[in-house]
């Protein structure tokens, strides 16, 4: 897998988009990424990445939310929903 350069937000059926600039550059607030997920956010490792973080919603398979296969692909197991993949430290 290549690396994963800057920060990319990852939504289901629309394949990959940048996420708009923070104010902070990298680092993005919970009320950001809560509104990039659709919910509360969980935090879970990207496989090989290990610089890298991805954010999904927390109640994504209560949900009954679609699995993404863009960025199930990315972070090397199934996930749900809209994700955010971003720079490990890139919450605040």
């Not at 939504?11 to 680092?27: I, M, R």
């Not at 509104?35 to 398979?61: K, T």
């Amino acid at each position: 897998m290549n690396s994963l350069l800057g920060t990319r937000y990852l939504a289901c059926g629309k394949g990959y988009e940048f996420l708009p600039d923070s104010n902070q550059g990298t680092v993005y607030s919970l009320k950001q990424l809560q509104e990039a997920v659709g919910g509360y956010i969980e935090v879970l490792p990207v496989h090989g990445q290990p610089n890298m973080i991805a954010v999904v919603n927390e109640e994504g398979r209560l949900r009954d939310l679609p699995v993404n296969p863009t960025a199930s692909r990315i972070v090397g197991y199934e996930v749900v929903g809209d994700v955010a993949i971003i720079p490990r430290g890139g919450l605040e």
